[in-house]
């Protein structure tokens, strides 16, 4: 199994541009999740999705959307991109349906808006 | 008022001695409690997990969970250089959807 993959691994961006942060899991997990990592802080949650179909806000959602067509992929699309984007993007599954299930993270992509 | 706090650190064990790092959180609904290890550069990975009071032992790392307190601690015996990391707390809140992470304790461990 590969677990959790994300791509791309590193990404610049200019301010106004969009872009796609592509996130997949074969572990057959219901929730999926979306956070950001700035320097020497925890993890902020930006979305997720309890199955496919369904995604909710976390704790920073603006500048962000999400859809989850398939239990594998969650996408997370930045429109219109500022300097304050600039951080490390960290997307995680997990089976869900109980509360001794532990999140699994991908390798991350660290984005620069400039 | 955050969810998860830790102290940022860093915390300096020389190699060999145990390491105790601390963790509270504000939700006395939340269930579940978790601690990964974060590598400078690296994604987070899960050390080990918690979810009734007292220990929890696995190989030289011990969970300590206190509800009434809100408090949850990690300590690391036999401390290693390897061990030097940021350790982050997370707690599953009463609605398990969500997970909500503490900023993380360095850890510094002195060959």
């Known amino acids: 199994n590969a677990g959790v993959t994300q791509t791309p691994k590193f990404r610049i961006l200019k301010i106004g541009q969009s872009m796609t942060l592509q996130c997949t899991q074969d572990m057959n997990h219901n929730y999926m999740y979306w956070y950001r990592q700035d320097p020497g802080m925890g993890l902020k949650l930006i979305y997720y999705?309890?199955?496919?179909?369904?995604?909710d806000k976390g704790e920073v959602p603006n500048g962000y959307n999400v859809s989850r067509s398939t239990t594998e992929d969650f996408p997370l699309r930045l429109e219109l991109a500022a300097p304050s984007q600039t951080s490390v993007y960290f997307c995680?599954?997990?089976?869900?349906?109980?509360?001794?299930?532990?999140?699994?993270f991908g390798n991350g992509t660290r984005l620069t808006v400039t | 008022q955050k969810e998860v706090e830790q102290n940022s650190g860093p915390l300096s064990v020389p190699e060999g001695a145990i390491a105790s790092l601390n963790c509270t959180y504000s939700d006395r609904g939340s269930q579940s409690f978790f601690w990964y290890r974060q590598y400078s550069g690296k994604s987070p990975e899960l050390i080990m997990f918690i979810y009734s009071n007292g220990d929890k032992e696995d190989g030289r790392f011990t969970a300590q969970l206190n509800k009434a307190s809100q408090y949850v601690s990690l300590l690391i015996r036999d401390s290693q250089p390897s061990d030097s990391a940021t350790y982050l707390c997370a707690v599953n809140g009463s609605n398990f959807n969500k997970f909500y992470f503490g900023s993380g304790t360095k850890l510094n461990v002195k060959p």
């Open positions: 999705s309890v199955g496919a179909g369904i995604t």
């Open positions: 995680a599954s997990s089976k869900g349906e109980s509360y001794n299930s532990p999140l699994h």
